[in-house]
Structures are given as C-alpha cells and as structure tokens.
Antibody
Framework: EMQLVESGGGLVRPGGSLRLSCTVS????????MNWVRQAPGKGLEWISY????????FYADSVKGRFTISRDNAENSLYLQMNSLRAEDTAIYYC?????????????WGQGSLVTVSS | EMVMTQSPATLSVSPGERATLSCRAS??????LAWYQQKPGQGPRLLIY???TRATGIPARFSGSGSGTEFTLTISSLQSEDFAVYYC???????????FGQGTRLEMK
C-alpha cells in the first residue's frame, strides 16, 4: 500500500523555523516528483512547492518563495520542507503529495497532513 | 494569473439523487484538470484526472467532463460516504503549475 506520512509540525513563534518531513512507503520515491500543499484552518488547498524526481527542478508559490526550501533524500524515502521566517498566515495543515508520472502532473497520493501553528 | 472558480460553494442534495459540481478556469487549460474529494480530518483523495478519467478504485458513479475553461463533476446517485468537500485543480499549464478551486461543500439535504 502506498503511504505518505508527514511529521515535524507543531507550535512555533513568528519569525521561527520548522522542518517538516514526509516519509513514503509502498513505492520508489526516486521515480516521482513530489509536492507540498497546505490548508489554512477552514480554508481551501494551496500548492506551495514542487521538486522533480532528481531534485534538479524546484518551484515555489510566491507566498513562500525565499522562506521555504523543499528537498528530498531518495535513499531515505523522505521529502522535506524547511520553513524559515514563519508568519501567522503560514498556520495550516501541510500535506505532501506525489505527482503522477511526468512533470507537473496531478497528485495521485496524499498524506494525512501535519499541523503547523505560528503564534506568539 | 490563473484562477479556478467552483460553483456552487455549497450544494445540498438528498442521498440517491444526482449532484453536479462546476469548475471554471480563467484561461484555457485543455484537459489538464483533476478533481479531489476531502473528508474531515483526512487528506484529499484523487477522483478524476485528465478532466474525465477516473482514478484507480473510484466508483463509476463519479464522472468528469469538459475541456478548455468549463468542467463538471457529476455524482450520479449520491451515497452517504460522498458527502464531503470537492476541489478542482488545474495542472501543467505553464507558467501556472498548479491552482486549486476554492472548493464545493456537498451536504446532505
């Protein structure tokens, strides 16, 4: 069974940092692009970052560009999101999602999410 | 800017009836459209991709149609487990990589 499990969320003060992890199982991570998507409380889905399967191509939404960094370790079956200079508006559930075969495809496997709360 | 607009925001339908959800793109996206279902406390689940292809394991009562800027998700006979929030998403329309609609909440009438 294909699974994505996020971890690393929690409460952080404005201006602080946090690193999210996404551990995958049931498929070969190196074969797929991966993404982070977030959902503010009671709101809709917002794509925030993409990484290609050999990590050569990275993209970010304008809302997180320059503050967040996506990375992956295929040998460890893990995806990461380093979040710096956090703001109250970054409070959300963060999901990792697998892109289907090819570049910039729809998301066919999702995790359950990890809650990040930015508050003083 | 690419904007995906879903309507209605909330749809009230009785079990066994048909539900029709709409999604409009601000620019033509061909067939690069996906639909997702999200239930409380869960991550989204892929239902439809390529505007009309059901994902693995998705029941035949779910169908998608449309191309260009107008898209529809139809659930032919609502089951209790279908009441959830539904999102459309455009993908791979450079330079707009991914954009979600704001969602339609499907509630039991």
């Amino acid at each position: 069974e294909m699974q994505l499990v996020e971890s690393g969320g929690g409460l952080v003060r404005p201006g602080g940092s946090l690193r999210l992890s996404c551990t995958v199982s049931g498929f070969t991570l190196s074969s797929y692009s991966m993404n982070w998507v977030r959902q503010a409380p009671g709101k809709g889905l917002e794509w925030i970052s993409y990484i290609s399967s050999p990590s050569t191509t990275l993209f970010y939404a304008d809302s997180v560009k320059g503050r967040f960094t996506i990375s992956r370790d295929n040998a460890e079956n893990s995806l990461y999101l380093q979040m710096n200079s956090l703001r109250a508006e970054d409070t959300a559930i963060y999901y990792c999602a697998r892109g289907n075969w090819g570049s910039f495809q729809y998301f066919d496997v999702w995790g359950q999410g990890s809650l990040v709360t930015v508050s003083s | 800017e690419m904007v995906m607009t879903q309507s209605p925001a909330t749809l009230s339908v009785s079990p066994g009836e048909r539900a029709t959800l709409s999604c409009r793109a601000s620019q033509s996206i061909g067939s690069n459209l996906a639909w997702y279902q999200q239930k409380p406390g869960q991550g989204p689940r892929l239902l439809i991709y390529g505007a009309s292809t059901r994902a693995t394991g998705i029941p035949a009562r779910f169908s998608g149609s449309g191309s260009g800027t107008e898209f529809t998700l139809t659930i032919s006979s609502l089951q209790s487990e279908d009441f959830a929030v539904y999102y459309c998403q455009q993908y791979n329309n450079w330079p707009y990589l991914y954009t979600f609609g704001q969602g339609t909440r499907l509630e039991m009438k």
